[in-house]
């Protein structure tokens, strides 16, 4: 089995019934960044078993981007989806499709540094206790865990049945 690169890997598992539900919830309710429970999970693809220093070197190296940029760009996207005046209509729709463009270059930015977190990698089965295992390190821990466990049986299907 081979798996993708993390950009390729997170658009695909994405499109997994229930995934974007759950890493919306992730982020939404428990604070999670999307782009490292993607990492996380990416990771456990690879059977890679996070410790707890691999993740806070991951959320060292990426949170002034997300919080600088990812985040507000998120922020204006939902923004323009309700308001203010004179959003939304048709000439902001066509503003709010160009940053969510930006904020999903911004997000492959990320990706692109946690790409090579960590450089060592240990390898073990993959199984959902190990995505389980890897999102709880995360911060927002075992909220983010509990709000991908639907999402966790297709995610694993899809890394298991992945032909290439």
Request: glycine content about 6%; overall charge negative; aromatic content about 4%.
């Amino acid at each position: 089995m081979s798996i993708p690169d993390l950009w390729s890997f997170s658009l695909s598992v994405y499109g997994i019934p229930d995934v974007a539900d759950a890493c919306l919830t992730a982020q939404d309710q428990h604070g999670g960044d999307v782009n490292l429970l993607l990492w996380a999970v990416w990771l456990a693809a690879h059977g890679h078993d996070l410790t707890a220093a691999e993740v806070s070197a991951a959320v060292t190296a990426t949170r002034p981007w997300n919080e600088a940029v990812v985040q507000p760009l998120r922020a204006v996207r939902r923004q323009l989806k309700s308001g203010p005046p004179p959003a939304p209509d048709t000439a902001t729709q066509s503003l709010r499709s160009q940053v969510q463009a930006a904020e999903l270059a911004a997000e492959r930015v990320q990706q692109s540094v946690l790409q090579n977190l960590p450089a060592q990698r240990r390898c073990q089965m993959v199984d959902a206790a190990l995505v389980r295992a890897n999102l709880s390190l995360l911060p927002g821990g075992d909220g983010l865990a509990m709000a991908m466990i639907t999402a966790l049986p297709g995610i694993i299907r899809s890394v298991n049945d992945d032909p290439t």
